[in-house]
């Protein structure tokens, strides 16, 4: 949101060849928008753009991060004072030709926490979980030990915190959220797969010393049906998990039960040590699954939203979005 209450929203296609903005035209409205703008120049690299992803540390002095993954599957981040104008990419991370995935949240100190993997579980032989934090133009691991500054960038994996290795536990990860705590440390949700049939979720908290790390549950297999031996099957694609984050002890997440997945509210008192939980859909005729928490959720808001519906695979699908008021 810009300081006089318009909306800039941020899209891209999936390796489209531009990144691009749009403002709305009066405050706390969606139903008209200024024309589109370029935050990243036209590629013709065939990897293109994708994952735009917006954040506003109070650091920068209200500056716009935007974060994405770009030409030569490289992470990288450009600034702007306004949302508008746009400095050059710069690379944060580079695996060669893999694909890092990447999940960015900024706190109230300016910091900038980043969660990544070295690529995409399906064509690396090992998937980690890594952190680091960015401030001040220096990324850090959670305890302040220099990684590297901006002038080094881009990093390599590893690099930083390894909170979860993937060779040392002889299974891939995949992350899907990173959020923090109301002290600024960062807590991030992924999953693990001990088997292509057998997803995990997995929660894991900065406390200030060390990373504490605990699974939540057993999550089923992959939601696609894309059949096995098909380009588009996709043995990784979990029902999802996600922080609510403003309050990053209560996860949101998709589960197989009786052979659909249903959306629980899964909730730690201690750090994710031990869980309750209790349901949100039940008993759907049809999958429910990537629930996402909207940002500063009002309490007469949505409490989650998540995709229900067939999907067979990225191209192919039939869905919608739904909505828990409570």
Do not use: C
Not at 286 to 305: F, H
């Amino acid at each position: 949101m810009l300081n006089d209450g318009r909306l800039i929203v941020f899209y891209s296609g999936h390796r489209g060849r531009w990144v691009i903005y749009r403002t709305s035209l009066w405050p706390e409205d969606v139903m008209s928008w200024n024309e589109e703008g370029a935050a990243a120049p036209f590629t013709s690299d065939v990897r293109g753009h994708t994952y735009p992803t917006p954040v506003r540390p109070h650091g920068y002095g209200g500056d716009f991060l935007l974060f994405w993954r770009g030409p030569g599957y490289d992470f990288v981040f450009a600034r702007s004072p306004d949302g508008m104008s746009w400095s050059d990419a710069t690379p944060l991370l580079d695996n060669g030709d893999e694909r890092p995935y990447a999940k960015v949240e900024t706190d109230g100190s300016g910091a900038v926490h980043i969660a990544f993997t070295d690529g995409q579980p399906a064509e690396v032989a090992s998937n980690s979980i890594y952190y680091v934090r960015f401030a001040g133009d220096v990324l850090t691991t959670a305890d302040g030990t220099l990684v590297a500054g901006v002038q080094d960038l881009p990093l390599v994996p590893p690099a930083g915190d390894v909170v979860f290795d993937s060779i040392r536990e002889g299974i891939s990860a995949w992350i899907w959220d990173i959020a923090v705590d109301s002290h600024d440390r960062p807590v991030i949700v992924y999953a693990t797969f001990p088997a292509e049939d057998d997803h995990r979720y997995r929660y894991a908290r900065w406390d200030g010393v060390s990373w504490s790390d605990h699974e939540i549950t057993a999550a089923g297999g992959w939601f696609p049906t894309a059949r096995r031996g098909t380009q588009q099957f996709t043995a990784h694609y979990s029902g999802g998990v996600t922080l609510d984050h403003g309050d990053p002890s209560v996860v949101y997440l998709s589960r197989e039960i009786d052979g659909v997945f249903e959306i629980e509210r899964w909730t730690t008192p201690d750090g994710g040590a031990s869980w309750t939980s209790r349901p949100i859909t039940s008993k759907s005729a049809k999958n429910n699954v990537r629930p996402y928490v909207p940002a500063g959720n009002a309490p007469d808001g949505p409490q989650v939203i998540w995709m229900n519906g067939d999907y067979v695979n990225w191209m192919d699908y039939s869905t919608g979005l739904r909505m828990k008021i409570d």
